[in-house]
């Protein structure tokens, strides 16, 4: 499956944004998919996992509440809706999927897109 992260910018603190990740050549509904960010000089950092159909999603405690991921299948799509934006959430956003639920609850993922950068002005 090929990833390609998209929907990053410019956003005031308090803003959202929505990011897309669209995947090609396999259905997302094979995969759990996972988000990630990081910020350069600094460790990659897991925001949420969900299973294939969502019946299990777990969130970082730093997005808890804030963040929310849900997937289109008829676009082969999922997204990450982005409420309350702080300007500690600004990084390099990532798209990854795996076909194993543990290696997505461990962070371990099989494919990743390119990034999408999301600034938050104070």
């Known amino acids: 499956v090929q990833l390609q992260a998209s929907g990053g910018g410019l956003v005031q603190a308090g803003g959202s944004l929505r990011l897309s990740c669209a995947a090609s050549?396999?259905?997302?509904?094979?995969?759990?998919m996972g988000w990630f960010r990081q910020v350069p000089g600094k460790e990659r950092e897991w925001i949420v996992c969900?299973?294939?159909?969502?019946?299990?999603?777990y969130y970082a405690d730093s997005v808890k509440g804030r963040f929310t991921v849900s997937s289109d299948n008829a676009r082969n799509t999922v997204y990450l809706q982005m409420n309350g934006l702080k300007p500690e959430d600004a990084a390099v956003y990532y798209c990854?999927?795996?076909?194993?639920?543990?290696?997505?609850?461990?962070?371990?993922?099989?494919?990743w897109g390119k990034g999408t950068l999301v600034t938050v002005s104070s």
């Open positions: 990854a999927a795996t076909t194993s639920y543990r290696k997505c609850v461990t962070h371990g993922m099989d494919y």
């Open positions: 969900t299973s294939p159909g969502g019946g299990y999603t």
């Open positions: 050549g396999r259905t997302i509904r094979r995969y759990n």
